[in-house]
């Protein structure tokens, strides 16, 4: 790995996830390669004002952070199957864990109890790892009964601390995956859905186009969040102490009281016109993800903690 400046022109955030305050992975694209479509990542480790990286010959797609007891752990996902680790120091290629011919781009990536790892993205096959053990392709027969759809795709997979897996992706279609059993989820949308979270009493937000919010448990009983102000798509969705925000391409929302608001800043917060695309969080902060900025929320205020050129 070397270091990198980060200040220099001619490179974009592609995705991150912080690790505490200023600290944290992060994926970028070298402008002029993204151009060419040459298939490519910067695999980052920040900390605080400096900076290490490792360019491979994949496009990384997601970025978990897992902690087991006092080891904190980081998973890059590459489309095209590749996992890379950050072990506390380095980042390196976890070939074990490498998904050999997946015929789709891969999208997202989580981890249940910090050892069973979940990977899903284009198609309808959920990629299941438990430890070191082999990949598991486990087939969503039933996506495939949905016949007004002639392709499907998962965008987001999360996991609950009980043990339940939800998938979310095109035309409002969601999947409780449970004891390697699938469950087609009643959702009240038809439209594609980018991102998901828990809050901590295990209710489930997900997050998509047209400004649509639905949050619930189970199979039914899933609403709509009341939304009168955007129908912009709403590409990122974390809970934070209790919050729940999430992030268009231009601004940045807050559920309150059952309902989809403007965030509104402390005073002492540092906000310039920006563009975001991913949120993602920790115990000490808030990531807002741009092409070419970083915006950080510490539980008090928002800053810009890196600029890209």
Known sequence: MKDIDLTKPGISFVTGSPI??????????????????EPHS??????????RSILIPSNCCDVSIVNNGEKTSGFF???DGGVWIYNGNDIEPLESARINGCPEILRSQTFLNGTR????????????????????????????EIEQYKY??????????????YLFGWHGVGYIFD???????????????????????????????????VFGRGVENWEIIKNEITGDKLWGISTYNKRIILCSSTCLYEIVDGELQLLVY??????????????????DCVWSIGSKQLVQYDGVSWHEILKLG
């Open 20 to 37: 505490s305050l200023d600290v944290g992975l992060l994926v970028l694209s070298i402008d002029a390669l993204f151009d060419e479509r």
């Open 42 to 51: 910067l695999l980052v480790i920040k900390d605080k004002k400096s900076a």
């Open 77 to 79: 996902l590459c489309e």
């Open 117 to 144: 790892h979940y990977v899903v993205g284009g198609g309808n096959t959920v990629y299941i790892r438990n430890g070191m053990q082999p990949w598991n392709n486990f087939d969503i027969g039933t996506a495939k």
């Open 152 to 165: 499907m795709g998962f965008e987001k997979v999360v996991s609950s601390n009980d043990g339940v897996v």
């Open 179 to 213: 004891q390697d059993e699938t469950s087609l989820i009643d959702l009240p949308v038809g439209v594609d859905l980018y991102d998901a979270t828990f809050t901590d009493d295990g209710v489930v937000y997900a997050c998509g186009d047209k400004g649509v919010v």
């Open 266 to 283: 402390s005073e002492s917060s540092e906000i310039p016109a920006f563009f975001t695309h991913k949120l993602k969080s920790c115990g």
